[in-house]
């Protein structure tokens, strides 16, 4: 079904990237581990937990769906070119949207994009 050729590759040239990334930013085993260690195991508090439980949930939740998804469409065949399809629609958007936000913030653009954005009525509902 999805699984290709190009998916392996396109996640082992993912998993290299950010490979690269860390020797490059820690230069050591050491400082790298260190870095790992100082990682907390668990959110700081309840009120963090609960705020990230929908996208824990979400991204748990999808791979449940996928097999009922494609035994349910009128061509099953077809699975693999509407995933690589939705992906690349997807990544195009993310993409757009982090240019977007490095344009509007440039280096202090934080890893969290809407933490960028000040308190205001829909960020504390």
Not at 20 to 25: F, K, N, P
């Amino acid at each position: 079904a999805v699984s290709g050729g190009h998916v392996d590759a396109a996640v082992a040239a993912a998993i290299a990237a950010v490979s690269a990334h860390v020797v490059q930013e820690h230069g050591s085993a050491a400082a790298i581990a260190a870095a790992l260690s100082s990682l907390p195991l668990w959110p700081p508090s309840a009120g963090d937990y609960l705020r990230s439980f929908g996208s824990v949930a979400f991204l748990f939740c999808i791979n449940f769906l996928v097999l009922p998804i494609e035994r349910a469409m009128r061509q099953p065949g077809a699975f693999g070119s509407a995933v690589d399809s939705a992906v690349a629609v997807t990544a195009a958007v993310n993409a757009a949207f982090a240019a977007l936000a490095y344009s509007l913030y440039r280096e202090d653009t934080l890893d969290v994009v809407t933490n960028n954005l000040g308190a205001g009525p829909l960020l504390e509902g």
